[in-house]
């Protein structure tokens, strides 16, 4: 069993920081692909950042040049630091990973509860 938990969600003003952290645990092999998927009310969950084992990333456009992920490969960690942001990032932000747990072989995608995060005009 994997499981993934998120931190670092909360209430900010326009052009404010927050970084969001995540945590996978239980029997995981290795890690493949990790991100961060945002849904706001009334929305389609869609992908904000992604970040391949190698170190590839990817972002949507809207947070490109704002948004940045990281992760830590010994740690199982992945993290999203957001700086000026704005009010249309107010959403309930997951954490995802591809992970090959524990006798393997397969890798399967895991998410976290979701925290809310919001920003005030």
């Known amino acids: 069993q994997v499981q993934l938990v998120e931190s670092g969600g909360g209430l900010v003003q326009a052009g404010g920081s927050l970084r969001l952290s995540c945590a996978a645990s239980g029997s995981i092999f290795t890690i493949n692909d990790m991100g961060w998927y945002r849904q706001a009310p009334g929305k389609q969950r869609e992908m904000v950042a992604h970040?391949?084992?190698?170190?590839?990333?990817n972002y949507v456009d809207s947070v490109k040049g704002r948004f940045t992920i990281f992760r830590d490969n010994t740690k199982n960690t992945v993290s999203l630091q957001m700086n000026s942001l704005k009010p249309e990032d107010t959403a309930v932000y997951y954490c995802?990973?591809?992970?090959?747990?524990?006798?393997?072989?397969?890798?399967?995608?895991?998410w976290g509860q979701g925290t809310q995060v919001t920003v005030s005009s």
């Open positions: 995802n990973a591809n992970v090959l747990a524990g006798a393997g072989p397969y890798y399967y995608d895991y």
């Open positions: 970040i391949t084992s190698g170190g590839i990333v």
